[in-house]
Structure formats: structure tokens, C-alpha cells
């Protein structure tokens, strides 16, 4: 078990659980997906591309923020960078279950998931959202 608490929360997280989850956090409802200037910076220089396509290809403004898009899924709504990763076996190429493809570089709202203020008052949504969560007694 890896057990990670943060003061102010009345709740733990077992990071084990997102090898068996299906990607809870990164997919269903939709929400925003906020990235800073410098995190636009660092996801186009991961992915190798300009900028200005970074930016049209993959992010919405709102107001003057960016946030990542959606798109239909199976469950709802997911995260544009949330996919099936290649793995190859046996000579053929494979699709395992999505992950983060852009993972090292992923927004700070992602790394700080589920650590966010707004679960400090409102613990049930994040309870019934991921099941890493342990709830204090
Ligand atoms: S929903 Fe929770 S358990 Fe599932 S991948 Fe996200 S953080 Fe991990
Ligand atoms: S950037 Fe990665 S971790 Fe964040 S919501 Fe999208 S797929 Fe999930």
C-alpha cells in the first residue's frame, strides 16, 4: 500500500488503486482541465509540436485561462490526452488500458488530484469518484 495524506483533508489515498482503475479522474463528467503558461510551455516541447497548434489542437479558452478539451467517450466525457497506450508483444503492436500520454508533464491539477480544496467540503464526490480514496473515520 502507499498511503498518501495531506493536512486540512479528512481523507487518504491509496495511489496502489489506479493500477486496477479504469481512469476515473480523467474521464466521465466534464470539468475543466486548467494549464498555466508554463504548463502549455512543457506539454508542446513533450510533444514536439509549435505552440500555436499546441494550443488550437488541443486546449479551449475560457476567459483568459486554457483549459484541455473533452471528447465523447464511452463513459461520458475524457480528457484529449487521456489514451489507449501501445505495447508491443509478440512482434504485433497492442493496445493496453488509457493512461495519461502526456503523464511526466501532466497539468498540476492532475498531480494534485485528489488533493483538490474543493473536496475538503465536499468529500462524498470524491469518495464516489475514485476508489483510492479512504475516507477518516
Ligand atoms: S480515479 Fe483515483 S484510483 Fe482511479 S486513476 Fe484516478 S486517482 Fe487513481
Ligand atoms: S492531462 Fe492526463 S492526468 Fe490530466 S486529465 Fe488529461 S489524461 Fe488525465
Given at each position: 500500500m502507499s498511503i498518501i495524506q495531506k493536512t486540512g483533508f479528512d481523507f487518504s489515498f491509496?495511489?496502489?488503486?489506479?493500477?486496477?482503475?479504469?481512469?476515473y479522474c480523467c474521464c466521465g463528467k466534464s470539468g475543466n482541465i486548467w494549464v498555466s503558461q508554463n504548463e502549455i510551455l512543457q506539454i508542446s516541447s513533450f510533444l514536439q509540436i509549435n505552440i500555436i497548434d499546441y494550443i488550437g489542437t488541443y486546449l479551449n479558452r475560457i476567459g483568459n485561462r486554457f483549459s484541455i478539451k473533452e471528447r465523447l467517450a464511452e463513459q461520458g466525457l475524457e480528457c484529449v490526452f487521456f489514451e489507449p497506450q501501445k505495447q508491443a508483444c509478440c512482434g504485433k503492436l497492442q493496445h493496453s488500458k488509457k493512461q495519461c500520454s502526456i503523464y511526466p508533464v501532466r497539468p498540476f491539477q492532475c498531480r494534485q488530484y485528489p488533493f483538490?480544496?474543493?473536496?475538503?467540503?465536499?468529500k462524498d464526490q470524491v469518495i464516489k469518484e475514485c476508489p483510492g480514496i479512504i475516507a477518516k473515520k
Open positions: 491509496d495511489s496502489c488503486e489506479c493500477e486496477g482503475c479504469p481512469g483538490w480544496e474543493h473536496f475538503k467540503e465536499h
